[in-house]
């Protein structure tokens, strides 16, 4: 084989544009970033003593939860390596989003508890 059918092969295995595994990698990253939003607002309303911060900190951890499932699922199904359009690297986004979320929202939470407690 000479190089030019080796590159000729190699622009066919290539992959563009949403894939249906990118697609669905897309929900667990989309819920890991909106439970750290959700988590630095809780953290922000901690200063203020805020009762909505409380529920927002829950809520970013539920979210942070359901994405680190999903995007465990989708690495689990996932058949293809990174770069065919399996959506295996956006799952492995989505999982750190989703560990970030937990993190920031749990340090909220603690926060509240030791207002609270004071």
């Known amino acids: 084989m000479n190089m030019q059918t080796l590159l000729q092969m190699d622009m066919l295995l290539q992959v563009s544009g949403i894939t249906p595994g990118r697609a669905a990698a897309l929900l667990p990253a989309v ?12 953290l922000a309303r901690v200063k203020r003593n805020s009762p909505s911060g409380r529920a927002m900190a829950i809520a970013a951890i539920i979210l ?3 994405g680190i499932v999903f995007s465990g ?3 689990a199904r996932a058949t293809g390596a990174i770069g065919t359009g399996s959506g295996r690297l956006g799952a492995i ?4 989003f989703s560990l970030i979320g937990v993190v920031i929202s749990w340090l909220a939470l603690a926060r509240f508890r030791r207002m609270a407690r004071d």
């Open 93 to 96: 986004v989505a999982l750190l």
């Open 73 to 75: 699922l989708h690495l």
């Open 64 to 66: 942070a939860l359901m």
């Open 31 to 42: 819920m890991g970033l909106i439970s750290v939003v959700f988590g630095c607002m809780a």
